[in-house]
């Protein structure tokens, strides 16, 4: 009897040991989600193919603008980036707000399914926005 219960007792010890380690790997390799710069980035994609780009962060920067622009379509279920696009050339200064449009149409052909996939920068902090899709 006293074997059977040493041998559960160990048992149970490594099991919670294991348990512990677990748990403090699987904490390691969390990743925050808060972002630590942007409150909001987006860009809306209208039917005639006019995107808005609006990004807001949560304090004052030196600047605020697009700096990566590219057309997605979709095939069956998957988006494949189509081309890279000339990229709103504003750039907001001192602010904490952005808000650019750019008419994107002439870029694509119809029959297909398009997106934007749009990369904000301020100061130097990127923050990827994806458009909603459109038909075109």
């Not at 006019?50 to 807001?56: C, K, L």
């Not at 189509?82 to 952005?98: D, G």
């Amino acid at each position: 009897m006293t074997v059977k219960k040493n041998w559960f007792l160990t048992a149970l010890g490594v099991t919670l040991i294991l348990m512990l380690f677990t748990n403090c790997a699987l904490a390691y390799m969390a990743t925050p989600y808060a972002d630590t710069v942007f409150s909001s980035a987006k860009v809306s994609l209208s039917a005639q193919m006019n995107a808005s780009f609006t990004a807001q962060t949560k304090s004052k920067q030196a600047e605020i603008k697009v700096t990566s622009c590219i057309l997605q379509i979709k095939t069956g279920s998957v988006w494949a980036d189509s081309m890279t696009l000339t990229a709103p050339s504003k750039v907001a200064t001192n602010t904490s707000r952005y808000s650019a449009a750019k008419d994107y149409s002439s870029s694509c052909s119809s029959g297909n399914t398009y997106r934007i996939k749009a990369v904000f920068d301020a100061d130097g902090h990127t923050k990827t926005a994806y458009s909603n899709s459109i038909s075109y």
